[in-house]
């Protein structure tokens, strides 16, 4: 399965998994270090920590849902010139610093 773009999945500023957009849809996977930290929690509770891959043909309502709404949508698309549709596109250059404790990257850091 081909990953068209990666996003890095931090909880607490330690990285947590990968979420791609696949031809197929979508997938999360859990990063194998943090599944062994039994300190770490997991993302979200729609995604407990777990070995096997989750797959969806939309965006995962959780990482949909930390995409900014209304006007600040639309300074976002303006300003980085993304269709608003674009929902993967939008969390990459939007969601680094989110309220709560997950944030997404464009890269591993």
């Not at 607490?12 to 300190?39: H, I, N, P, V």
């Not at 096997?52 to 698309?77: C, H, M, Q, R």
Request: hydrophobic share 40%; with cysteine.
């Amino acid at each position: 399965m081909a990953a068209y773009r990666t996003a890095y999945v931090y909880v607490r500023d330690k990285f947590a998994g990968y979420l791609k957009e696949t031809e197929e849809g979508y997938s999360f996977a859990y990063d194998q270090e943090f599944l062994m930290d039994e300190s770490s929690s997991h993302v979200s509770l729609t995604l407990p920590k777990r070995e096997e891959p989750y797959t969806s043909k939309t965006l995962f309502a959780f990482f949909d849902g930390l995409i900014p709404e209304g006007w600040l949508l639309n300074v976002v698309s303006r300003n980085w010139k993304i269709d608003a549709r674009d929902r993967f596109g939008i969390l990459l250059v939007a969601c680094h610093d989110p309220i709560g404790n997950v944030s997404i990257r464009e890269e591993k850091v």
